[in-house]
């Protein structure tokens, strides 16, 4: 077992999480993470890494301090990031998925990293 496992399956186990990846903010490099099938983990873990990155400096720049949640809502679904210490928790959701629950499990889950 992972020492990230419990951060994932926390996560997971919320209806309508389609994947949880723990990423390596600098470079998008997946550490460890679960996914069902059809979800490309690789390309969707540096482009989220990347995603994190931009709102982190963009909340610097505006003054609001650091970044601890990012959340990206498209048509059929979200992509949540939650990070911290150069470690990024991600999670694919499709749009049923209970947000204000899987948030607060996901900065829970992040502070544990």
Do not use: P
């Not at 997946?30 to 099938?37: K, L, R």
């Not at 949540?80 to 928790?89: K, Q, T």
């Amino acid at each position: 077992m992972s020492a990230f496992a419990a951060a994932l399956a926390a996560v997971t186990r919320h209806r309508g999480v389609m994947a949880c990846l723990v990423v390596a903010e600098e470079d998008g490099i997946v550490i460890d993470g679960t996914a069902q099938v059809g979800v490309d983990t690789a390309a969707f873990a540096a482009l989220t890494a990347s995603l994190y990155r931009k709102a982190a400096r963009a909340a610097s720049s505006a003054g609001f301090g650091a970044t601890g949640f990012c959340e990206l809502e498209a048509e059929r679904g979200r992509v949540l990031a939650a990070g911290r210490d150069g470690i990024v928790l991600v999670a694919v959701a499709e749009s049923r998925a209970n947000l204000g629950l899987l948030r607060v499990e996901m900065l829970k889950a992040a502070g544990a990293l």
